[in-house]
């Protein structure tokens, strides 16, 4: 399981993924991907691990923005 994209994720990954993304806010994203707010802020804060699939859509929502613009 070396491939980073099944990695958790970090919080400062997380962050940088929502800035990217352009969702302002812990509500935002959890909105946008179906979660609490409140599971979002554990994740920011390092007290839970953003799950896999999770992190997985991020990394792929990310990586097609880039290719977009």
Do not use: C, H, N
């Amino acid at each position: 399981m070396d491939d980073p994209r099944l990695a958790s994720m970090s919080p400062d990954e997380l962050k940088a993924a929502m800035r990217t993304l352009g969702y302002r806010t812990q509500a935002d994203l959890a909105t946008a991907i179906g979660v609490s707010r409140s599971a979002v802020s554990l994740w920011l804060e390092g007290k839970v691990g953003v799950p896999r699939p999770v992190a997985m859509l991020l990394r792929m929502l990310v990586a097609a923005q880039r290719r977009i613009y």
